[in-house]
């Protein structure tokens, strides 16, 4: 599949955030879109982890000068993780997303140091 600037952006951020491959990030949101497409020909909702579910319906086809190209109408229901995370962003409080980053910058941390005491 073709990545698009913004998405290929994101999934760079995710790589440096998380210290995972960008290959690695790339092959499991390539992955999940699979998962969409196979759920949404079943008439299935798809679990986003830690976000919440997401329906989708395509009731018709508009054509282009491209060929045909779906209408898709997406019904998003938030976990209630998900819910207390934008809360609690919202707040100002210590969210999970920042005790999440707080421990993968201190896991670099002490790779870094490792690596270092190596040399």
């Known amino acids: ?41 079943e008439g299935k909702s798809v679990s986003i982890p830690f976000i919440g579910d997401l329906l989708i319906e395509s009731p018709y086809d508009n054509e282009t000068s491209e060929g045909l190209e779906a209408e898709v109408n997406l019904k998003f229901v938030p976990s209630d993780a998900f819910k207390r995370m934008i809360g609690d962003a919202k707040d100002g409080k210590s969210t999970e997303v920042t005790k999440y980053l707080n421990k993968k910058f201190k896991e670099s941390l002490k790779l870094n140091a490792n690596i270092l005491d190596k040399e």
């Open 1 to 41: 599949m073709r990545l698009e600037k913004k998405p290929e952006k994101i999934l760079k951020e995710l790589s440096l955030i998380t210290g995972t491959p960008f290959q690695v990030c790339r092959d499991v949101y390539e992955n999940q879109c699979i998962l969409f497409i196979l759920n949404f020909l």
